[in-house]
């Protein structure tokens, strides 16, 4: 089962504009990631946050995390139509063992030219 | 460097066959991670390998299996396949892997396995 679930399902927007996705989880974790994915292809690594840590910046990426609310989000700026993909969050909860990455339900972002 | 590369991309089986895919990891890559993912069940974490050994399993019947070699290409293995088992398989590749802090994982394009 899916520990992480986002919000929205889907999001369509135009060019130019900021997308905002968010991601709750349920158990206490060591750090949360952000991976796209575009149609039926393999993920890309966005961004990895620790717990330790509340906002992590990349480029035009920007990554909150709220360890008390178990939640994170997920904001691009001044999006591209090459930003039409799915986004997904993931966690390794604590005592989880090594690398196992519980995924969201995504996220699928269209942006309109 | 060369990315992750799984093979075959595709593949058309029938119920009660096996099958066996395959994943070469990032060079110097030691962590090897697999994943299903379909429509209603999403990405769900399969097993995890390091230096040969499985560390951690996923929820997922004794008909799913894997092993890692020394150069750490890994395969899994699918015996007996039902119709269920129609899912884009995933492998990751890790550098570094701890028991207490997971690193970013690079992601194969996938393996599509049908299953008629």
């Known amino acids: 089962s899916q520990q992480g679930e986002e919000d929205p399902q889907a999001l369509s927007i135009q060019e130019g504009e900021n997308a905002t996705m968010n991601c709750s989880y349920k158990?206490?974790?060591?750090?949360l990631q952000w991976y796209r994915q575009n149609s039926g292809r393999g993920l890309v690594h966005l961004i990895l946050?620790?717990?330790?840590?509340r906002e992590k910046h990349s480029g035009r990426l920007r990554v909150t995390l709220d360890t008390s609310k178990k939640s994170s989000s997920l904001l691009i700026t001044a999006s591209r139509a090459a930003d039409t993909a799915s986004y997904f969050c993931a966690t390794d909860g604590m005592n989880t063992g090594f690398q196992k990455l519980v995924f969201g339900t995504g996220t699928r972002l269209l942006v309109s030219p | 460097k060369a990315g992750v590369t799984q093979t075959p991309r595709y593949l058309i089986k029938t119920r009660g066959q096996q099958v066996t895919l395959s994943c070469s990891p990032i060079?110097?890559?030691?962590?090897v991670s697999w994943y299903q993912q379909t429509p209603g069940q999403g990405l769900q974490f399969l097993f995890e390998?390091?230096?040969?050994?499985?560390?951690n399993k996923g929820n997922f019947p004794g008909r799913f299996s894997g092993r890692q070699f020394s150069n750490s290409r890994s395969e899994m293995n699918v015996s007996t396949l039902e119709l269920g088992d129609s899912a884009l398989y995933l492998c990751a590749s890790s550098l570094e892997a701890s028991f207490d802090i997971s690193y970013e994982q690079y992601f194969g394009p996938g393996t599509r396995l049908t299953v008629t």
């Open positions: 946050i620790r717990s330790n840590e």
């Open positions: 060079s110097g890559h030691r962590s």
């Open positions: 158990t206490s974790i060591n750090n």
């Open positions: 390998y390091f230096s040969e050994t499985q560390r």
